[in-house]
């Protein structure tokens, strides 16, 4: 499974945006898909995770209530919609996944190669 991570760019504060990531190479419908983000000299962060299935999602705390993951399995991608953006939030972020439930932690099989999002005042 390949993994296109997309839809990063410069927002202001308050602002949203929505990422992508396609899967090409095999359907990526049996697995779960996590998004985490990482600013310079700080560890990946664990911020969003979706079911296979899409039936559960699990967030970070930094973000909860305002971003929201979903699927489009027809599509085959996840998104990650992004709203009520802080600066704390920049970030290059990265969607994973893994053939067995989300995990908060690094333990995913397939990486994709990350967008950067960078929220201005």
């Not at 990482?38 to 970070?60: C, H, L, M, S």
């Not at 990650?80 to 600066?87: C, D």
């Amino acid at each position: 499974v390949q993994l296109q991570a997309s839809g990063g760019g410069l927002v202001q504060a308050g602002g949203s945006l929505r990422l992508s990531c396609a899967a090409s190479g095999r359907t990526f419908s049996n697995y779960a898909v996590a998004w985490f983000r990482q600013d310079p000299g700080k560890e990946r962060e664990f911020v969003a995770g979706i079911t296979w299935n899409g039936g559960t999602t699990y967030y970070g705390d930094s973000v909860k209530g305002r971003f929201t993951t979903s699927r489009d399995k027809a599509k085959n991608t996840v998104y990650l919609e992004m709203n009520s953006l802080k600066l704390e939030d920049t970030a290059v972020y990265y969607c994973a996944a893994r053939k067995w439930g989300v995990s908060t932690g690094y333990d995913y099989e397939y990486w994709g190669q990350g967008t950067q999002v960078t929220v201005s005042s």
